[in-house]
């Protein structure tokens, strides 16, 4: 039997690159090749656009969605409008089967919500959800199906669970907690379909119509601190052909002047990405100037004999714009621990042709991993100091120096701690503690972190910076140094739906994201 299905993007979707997410797309695309109707309604968009005059009014609006400790009725009862607008749209589709796009941890809240207030319509409707916002976590999924606002939830891909789920199959790996399964080929999926996307909404911050790509799952390295091997246990990847066939689509038929590709590394299979650059490049060149596309992708340190000059001319000309480099740190020795899997000599050959190229990077940063010592410390800023040149004319777009290093659950830093000499017994995923290197505890690592800031903002770069690492920094601080600061203490929001009454109401014993 054919389903009808409404596909919802929960919000709230934070991207400082401006880039459209793809996850709903995709699972269209794979939905109507199965013989389904599919309908994606992104509500993430209408919430941007509900406050596009108004920025201001939408921080707190964010505050909720975003901050499971914040409540106010005034802002909840506003939230809860918007949701009972959005949900008309749903029902009015008169779907069979509901699935929800949770982006990160950050939709959850959106997600139980919306799934609430869709079984308060009409309990016969299916729902099921998925996303990356429920990959590492295995508590969120099974605590909405408790609370009977969800009928499935799946991690990994849905381009192969999703219709799975649809066909009644729910024995398929990936689904209700059941290890999922990897996609053998990738170049066998659909184009992921946006024509239901308002792309308006997710331009660039060049004003341009911007999409993610997909162009490998996995990753050919395994660094300590990274958890993409608990989704992607093997590297998949697609050819160079299919990659540009899909961009060139994107452009014909969306306009598409960005992409970013969403990969874990872009040069991950040398073979696929010559041979993606060589036809973009051809392609992209024969356009005139003012209508060539730019891209960005994560990408790893390769030495000379991997990557010749000639592949860093053919990438810029097939429109690499930044890419982004897991740096980490300037220590040899601290990058070895990391896994990192590349050399000084490699690394700084790699940046001076792509500085030679007029290719913009952003380097993505550790500051206080567990074996980091004053030396290894040292060496970073001085890696700074040898760009810094490059930084104040802008081929260092940016420097993402993150938080501290947060150990995350799924990573081989996590899942071998003692093996690291790591107690994670506390509770916050950045109170840990590394016997090999004692002194250096929190404020230690947050000092160093600061540290670095004003570091590299006096060398004259750009530093990533949002309001909550502002925040975090600061409060963090505040309390390694005993600081009293007086604050407002909000409780979290705290709701259920009352089925006897169809209403949502208050339970003072209940947290929808933190009792699970």
């Not at 400790?69 to 089967?97: C, H, M």
């Not at 081989?412 to 004692?438: M, R, S």
């Not at 007086?486 to 705290?494: G, L, M, P, S, V």
């Amino acid at each position: 039997m054919n389903k009808r299905v409404a596909l919802i993007i929960a919000p709230r979707i934070q991207d400082d690159f401006g880039y459209t997410p793809a996850g709903a797309a995709l699972v269209k695309a794979s939905i109507i090749k199965h013989g389904h109707e599919c309908k994606i309604f992104d509500f993430n968009a209408e919430l941007e656009k509900f406050f596009s005059d108004d920025k201001e009014s939408l921080v707190p609006i964010d505050n909720w969605f975003l901050n499971h400790t914040f409540y106010s009725e005034k802002i909840f009862n506003q939230v809860l409008g918007l949701a009972q607008k959005w949900i008309d749209q749903v029902v009015e589709y008169r779907p069979t089967t509901v699935g929800i796009s949770v982006f990160s941890y950050n939709s959850q809240r959106a997600t139980y919500l919306l799934a609430t207030l869709i079984k308060a319509r009409n309990p016969k409707i299916d729902i099921f959800m998925g996303g990356a916002g429920l990959n590492t976590d295995n508590n969120f999924g099974p605590f909405c199906m408790n609370q009977k606002i969800m009928d499935c939830w799946i991690r990994g891909e849905g381009e192969l669970s999703v219709p799975a789920y649809l066909k009644g199959n729910l024995d398929h790996p990936g689904i209700n907690g059941k290890p999922p399964k990897q996609i053998d080929k990738i170049d066998d999926l659909e184009f992921p379909d946006y024509s239901d996307y308002e792309l308006a909404s997710y331009t660039n911050k060049k004003g341009l119509i911007a999409l993610p790509i997909t162009g490998s799952r996995g990753c050919v390295r395994a660094c300590t601190f990274c958890d993409v091997a608990s989704m992607w246990p093997k590297y998949k990847y697609r050819s160079g052909r299919s990659i540009a066939k899909e961009i060139k689509t994107q452009v014909k038929r969306y306009g598409a002047k960005a992409f970013r590709f969403t990969d874990s590394l872009i040069n991950g299979s040398m073979k696929a990405f010559r041979d993606m650059t060589h036809e973009l490049a051809e392609f992209r060149m024969a356009m005139p100037p003012e209508q060539r596309f730019i891209w960005d992708s994560h990408f790893i340190v390769r030495g000379q004999r991997q990557m010749p000059p000639s592949d860093f001319t053919k990438m810029a000309e097939s429109g690499a714009g930044t890419l982004l480099i897991g740096v980490e740190s300037g220590s040899p020795t601290v990058r070895e621990h990391m896994k990192k899997g590349y050399t000084d000599e490699e690394l700084h050959y790699s940046l001076e042709q792509i500085f030679k190229n007029n290719i913009k990077v952003r380097f993505l940063m550790i500051i206080g991993y567990p074996t980091e010592t004053e030396e290894d410390f040292k060496q970073t800023l001085e890696f700074f100091d040898r760009y810094a040149e490059y930084g104040r004319k802008g081929l260092v777009e940016e420097v993402n120096l993150g938080l501290t290093l947060n150990l995350l659950p799924n990573t081989p830093l996590y899942d071998n701690a003692e093996k690291f000499g790591l107690d994670t017994t506390k509770d916050h995923i950045n109170d840990w503690v590394c016997t090999q290197n004692p002194t250096l505890d929190f404020k230690e690592r947050l000092k160093r972190r600061i540290e670095a800031q004003y570091y590299v903002e006096k060398l004259g770069y750009k530093v990533f910076e949002s309001k909550n690492y502002t925040r975090a920094l600061s409060i963090a601080w505040a309390e390694v140094k005993n600081l009293k600061k007086e604050t407002k203490k909000i409780d979290a929001t705290k709701v259920k739906f009352d089925r006897e009454k169809g209403v949502l109401e208050e339970r003072p014993d209940f947290d929808p994201l933190r009792t699970y």
